[in-house]
């Protein structure tokens, strides 16, 4: 049986979950023993905590010029001394290059095929993904394992899934028989789905695994050899998985430099370089707009980017406003507010929220709000795995900072024990009303967990506000509160005019933070927070080119 | 029945042709009175006659601040002196965005069924705007009537057909059902194709239809308003559709300055600042490369270009030399070289080509050619109507200085006569022999009717050089002769990593110019001849964004 005859029945679910865009999941995200395995979880930190110290030693690249790794772990707040290959960027457009026309030749199948294993092998890993993303990214354990294990193997099915479509979008082979009257004209054609060439992936220090896994995998589907350059500071998750492709490419004779893992330190970055480079036609990107916004401009590029935006929640009316509050409150503790898709600026009328028990006046729902917030941040068994541990110190001076801003302080940041790791950096949410007319304070990303609640005239003002940050400084999410179906549909409109998805009255286990595979797309593309869209299909289209070819057919 | 139903059944056909890619053609080709009507051909002469020095005032738009044209006839090289109305940028715009919000809210049915009917009125027109084509752009009669009549209309079926499909690509709505263990999290979810805004369509001189109608029907169907720019030298063939357009859109109650025409003239052209307006948010340009890479590289925009390229003939081996090379001066004759898609570069290995009957030396081959050539050149019953006009001067000063290259005329172009229009501004082919080393020569477009015979040292420089233009200068077509199965899958391989389709050992009536709607990808989008093709998804994706809302179903 090859391959892809072993995993043809989950990419044909895949690409029908991709159409029906109801719930579906290859990849459990319940890190069960029943199902991963009764032992996964300790063997995983075990080999974890052997690879501390150690060279990285599974990837076949050779030709290495030296061996460097500057992870750190947000638990500990020391180095992890894992240290891995580095190459020239010589080495890796040259083998890359050379792999490229290899497997732009592989049949789609066999391609298919390959990746599908790959993940599968992935999915043995999830543990070992789980620590290696914990102590990079400071996630929580819950989220390290399903972000980068499941949720992200899922996200690179579905690019799978997408690539494999769209290049049986048109047929290998057609006669065209045009009739002219008294004889037909017949041409032989053929089209072929020509792969763009070496396709370079940056990943970033909080989603190492999720948001690199679509480009890499989007980019391989469809032909293209790729390079994919970590954080330096988190490196190891992803390098399971190139690991792990590479192996699958080796064991069917196939060059494992299809793709690559390109390590720099923060001493001596490459990312440049390589995205500069005149070999490299593809660059999927996550991270901060300036560089993105740069590699947007780069001529001759195909790019893809997620970059940072100022997300909304509008608060309106409520059905249960302790409910509404303690959903946000949520959001905002999660991972300490350093998801893409964390509120930030959260719009409440000056005279306060609807409510079947009447108005909430805006300092009662502040109240509140910050009431649920200490309610999760001070329960020793919720907060500290919720919350996890910040990824970058800088992230620790914006939420110091956030209390310079000029309005009131209505909640302070803290620091929060963490009973597995003393040493953990930790920064509770810092919550700050401002008023509306303050636009300056509330028109940029302030990464971390920092709220502000925004003072605003009504409801009107609050949407126009939302929708001028998003199209101005990008959306990735935002949350609505209304009972009112006419303004939920004013929300909705002027909302998806900004290029950004709305979730209406969240409450309960489901935060606006989440955006699941096959269903939601994960950036829209429309405004500045990203021109790509995991996963839509010019996400793949843009990967390779229709070239038809044609000859008359002999007589 | 509504407009939708009336046209559903073209509509369905032309999205199973866009997958199958066999021939299809909803419009027929040919000027048949049987099919158009007995008077439909004349009474269009008188029309388009009785137009000429007149205003054209079927335009539904308002509030002109003056009228002006400044068309020409290359057949009477004399002014056509219609005038249109013009109006300022911010009238343009501002009807523009107002008639946005109007028809984005139209369901996708109802806007095919008025693009739809309003191909079928112009279907009514196809001699008029067959008339007003070629004594805009010079083009022959034949092809006037059938690239700005059907082929023209074909294309923009298409667009509407991708568009259609695109729209109805993912559900309106689902139900997220996520089972949690003990419970299930549902979720409504509804996904909007949101268009992007206000769209400009910035025509060329030679295809003022066949260039323009598919960025207008593409830019409608998916929901965007839009501005025709036509070039100043062939307003009144697209002016046509539009009028069209608008008749349909005031029948049914909608905007009509939901597509307008934004006439201007040579001496106060606002190409520039409709683009760079921050309103406009598509751009579909055809054109030469400077215009086209600046607007490519305009912040915030979706662009969509066509631009110049260097199209190659690679000549292998042939089974029969003269129908090969009478296809070939076919193909450099038409329209007198004035088609992207004309050949220019003839590589030709310097010790001949193959063929059953022996070698074909360079010489012998260049001289059938030539002959060929002459022979439809200088047969005044096919001769003046196969070339047509020259569109502009400078084509004429090319041809001239074409000449004067480092290399042998093998043949002098000439004036020659055209039997209906003593005045018309014509030129034969030049053709120069040019050694492959003179890189610097052949590595440019030169536009009309110019073909360079380039000397090789053998097949595989042949295909090597022509990658090269294709890479470097971009390609639309090539040809290519070989009878060697192993030759013609390297050409095949290294032409579709250039993004350029290859027409094979095309013989007899059907040519490397022609690219058919439903079928052919015209321009690949892969090469720096354009970064667009009609009529691929990413053609009519760009220009809306899927934006997904979701609420939790209420228990």
Chains 1, 2 share one sequence.
């Not at 949720?151 to 290049?167: C, F, S, V």
């Not at 001759?300 to 100022?310: D, I, L, Q, R």
């Not at 797309?521 to 021109?531: D, K, L, S, Y």
């Amino acid at each position: 049986m090859s391959l892809f005859q072993k995993h043809e029945a989950i990419l044909n679910k895949a690409i029908e979950a991709l159409h029906s865009r109801i719930f579906f999941a290859a990849f459990p995200e319940h890190p069960a023993p029943a199902i991963y395995g009764e032992t996964a979880d300790a063997d995983a930190q075990t080999k974890f905590k052997n690879q501390l110290g150690k060279k990285f030693e599974e990837l076949k690249q050779t030709n290495s010029v030296s061996w460097g790794g500057q992870e750190e772990s947000p638990y500990t707040q020391e180095a992890l001394n894992i240290s891995y290959p580095i190459f020239s960027v010589d080495t890796l457009i040259n083998n890359s290059k050379k792999a490229f026309h290899q497997w732009r030749k592989i049949l789609a199948q066999e391609r298919a095929g390959i990746l599908l294993e790959s993940l599968d092998r992935a999915k043995k890993r999830f543990f070992e993904i789980a620590y290696a993303t914990m102590h990079t990214t400071g996630q929580g354990y819950m989220m390290a394992f399903q972000a980068s294990g499941p949720h992200a193997a899922d996200r690179a099915l579905e690019a799978i899934a997408a690539g494999y479509e769209e290049l049986n979008r048109f047929p290998a082979h057609a006669l065209w028989d045009k009739p002219m009257g008294k004889f037909n004209i017949q041409l032989n054609k053929e089209w072929r789905a020509v792969p763009k060439g070496i396709s370079l992936v940056i990943g970033c220090s909080t989603f190492p695994t999720w948001n690199s896994v679509t480009g890499i995998y989007g980019s391989l589907m469809t032909g293209n050899s790729v390079l994919v350059k970590p954080h330096p500071g988190a490196i190891l998750p992803i390098a399971i998985f190139v690991a792990e492709i590479q192996n699958v490419l080796a064991e069917n004779n196939l060059d494992p430099n299809t793709c690559q893992l390109a390590v720099d330190t923060f001493d001596k970055m490459i990312t440049k370089e390589l995205a500069e480079h005149a070999d490299v036609k593809l660059i999927d990107y996550t991270g901060n707009s300036a560089f993105g916004s740069y590699l947007e401009a780069l001529p001759g590029k195909v790019v893809f980017t997620e970059k940072t935006g100022v997300n909304s929640v509008i608060l309106d009316s409520v059905e249960d406003v302790d409910k509404a509050a303690a959903n946000l409150a949520f959001s905002v503790n999660l991972y300490s507010g350093q998801m893409c898709t964390a509120p930030q600026n959260f719009y409440i009328p000056a005279d306060g929220i609807n409510s079947p028990a009447g108005k909430i006046s805006f300092d009662d729902f502040a109240q509140k709000f910050v009431a649920q917030i200490n309610g999760l941040v001070d329960n020793p068994k919720a907060g500290p795995f919720v919350l996890g541990a910040i990824q970058n110190k800088k992230t620790n001076e914006r939420v110091v900072e956030a209390e310079k801003l000029p309005g009131k302080v209505v909640l302070k940041s803290k620091h929060i024990e963490n009973p597995q790791f003393k040493n953990a950096r930790t920064a509770t949410p810092v919550v700050v009303e401002i008023d509306s007319n303050k636009k300056e304070v509330f028109s940029k990303e302030l990464f971390g967990p920092i709220a502000l609640l925004i003072k605003t005239k009504n409801t009107d003002e609050s949407i126009s506000l939302a929708q001028e940050m998003a199209m101005k400084h990008g959306a990735i999410s935002c949350a609505a509160y209304t009972t009112d179906n006419s303004v939920k549909e004013k929300i909705a409109d002027e909302m998806a005019l900004a290029a950004t998805p709305v979730s209406f009255n969240l409450i309960g286990g489901i935060y606006m933070n989440q955006n699941a595979a096959f269903s939601d797309f994960h950036v829209t593309g429309g405004n500045p927070a990203g021109n790509a869209s995991f996963t839509n299909p010019e996400y793949v289209t843009k990967r390779f080119t229709w070239v038809g070819h044609r000859e008359p057919v002999k007589g």
